[in-house]
């Protein structure tokens, strides 16, 4: 008969039983610690300014339909700036803004817009000068958020994720 593991390497079993414990309870905050740092960045979402040469683009709903005269805003400290309201097609363009503002598409506080740098330094002179805003027109304003894409690509994708059909 062959003798232990335990016995050949001369450790107690009592000291295995140990090891066991602690290991045991050091996974068990390892995952009790991922778990947490998990739902906190799940939590988190920090959105980039969008670097603009220009303000002007499309107001869409979320199936990729033009939303018609309303109104589009640049915010800054808390406080309207520059505006202008929508066509028939969507399309706005608000003239004469420089330096860093807050979008907002219709009314309500301007926490609910996008940040947008507008400008003619470097990052500015190579970003595509349309924005593709997409807004719920007709939703309760629990979740007012408004969606701005620099990239009709990446308009075209979300438009699709929606309805389940190109635009």
Known sequence: MKPATHEI???AKRRGFRLRCFLGVGF????????????TQAQITILKPLHVRHVQGYVT???GNAVASVVVQLFRDGKPVLGTRADNTGWFQIEGARGRYL?????????????VAVG????????RKTLYV???PNQPCDDCSIRVFT?????????????????
């Open 9 to 11: 390497l001369g450790i």
């Open 151 to 167: 990239s009709r690509g990446k308009f075209f994708n979300a438009v699709w994720q929606n309805t389940g059909h190109y635009y």
């Open 61 to 63: 709903d979320e199936k």
């Open 28 to 39: 068990a905050w390892v995952v009790a610690f991922g778990l947490t740092a998990r739902i």
């Open 134 to 136: 997409m807004v719920r």
């Open 120 to 127: 003619t330094n470097l990052l500015t002179l190579f970003c």
């Open 103 to 115: 979008l907002q598409v219709s009314a309500g506080s301007p926490e609910l817009g996008r940040e």
